[in-house]
DNA sequence: TATTGTTATACTCTATAACTATA
DNA sequence: TATAGTTATAGAGTATAACAATA
């Protein structure tokens, strides 16, 4: 069936987003994390002890919604939660959770670089600040936190 | 907070994507239509008496969750139901569905249009190519309906 | 007074398994 | 035997409201 669809910039990224998002979900099932568990290890492995809140600011995800990940993740034994003051936590890599991330880094990386190959050579430097004009762009549009 | 995976295409497919989809569905709110029954709608509209399986498997919609997804557009009216023989239905659109239609059609070409001028001149016509090469490059690693 | 972490809750999207009836 | 429609169910992601404690 043809897809009338198709030629909707907006249509084609919304399934380029889905097939990518399923396919970087499969290849971290081995190491039993979702893709938002690996965005918070990478961001937490770059940043110097962030508050939850601080993570969910920076990856758009609400502060409710952070208490569940970060458990999870406790509870792999990946992060810890350590007192700043006594309102706020630091979230830091636990040793185990040093060694997830260089393994989840590997993994991201060669996907990013399968990603790109997949597009052809003349296209290639334009995808990212596309992206980015869409993603930047949408600001006014976007609810706020 | 700066975000150190900014740089990374595949992050930023889909925070794009989630932007697009947010901004769209604020669109919507006002036909009381999701993006996915407004695309449902366009598509059969150009298409004769699609049933829901064929729908679904150019949406990539699984069978099972057409099923909601039709009843909500025939309680509001908008399409029906009509038998084909006596296993298989085809999705028709009523009257009203073909007003609301060419509403949707409104919104979404307004909306694509905002999008593609959102991309910077240079980087425009690389746009839809590029995402189509993630998409369908993207089959083989997909899992299957 | 604003912010942090949290609980509870609900809605949407998506996925699987299984069933009936029919091609 | 394969397909169409359906039901039930579960897992993710995401959203809001509200609360206590603290900056």
Redesign the interface.
């Known amino acids: 069936?043809t897809?009338?669809?198709?030629?909707?910039?907006?249509?084609?990224?919304?399934?380029?987003?889905?097939?990518?998002?399923?396919?970087?979900g499969?290849r971290l099932v081995g190491e039993s994390l979702r893709v938002s568990d690996a965005?918070v290890l990478?961001?937490v492995g770059?940043?110097g002890r962030?508050t939850a809140s601080?993570i969910g600011?920076?990856?758009?995800i609400r502060r409710a919604n952070m208490v569940p990940l970060l458990d999870r993740l406790e509870a792999a034994g990946l992060i810890a939660r350590e007192p700043i003051d006594r309102k706020s936590l630091a979230i830091v890599l636990t040793p185990a959770g040093e060694t997830k991330l260089r393994r989840v880094r590997g993994i991201?990386a060669a996907?990013?670089r399968e990603?790109?190959e997949?597009?052809?050579a003349?296209?290639?430097d334009?995808?990212?600040?596309?992206?980015?004009?869409?993603?930047r762009?949408?600001e006014g549009?976007?609810?706020a936190q």
């Open positions: 069936m897809d009338p669809l198709a030629g909707l910039p907006g249509y084609a990224l919304r399934r380029a987003a889905n097939a990518m998002m399923a396919e970087l499969e965005t990478i961001l770059a940043k962030p601080r600011q920076t990856l758009d991201v996907f990013e990603l790109i997949r597009v052809p003349e296209h290639r334009h995808l990212l600040p596309a992206l980015d004009a869409l993603w762009g949408a549009a976007q609810s």
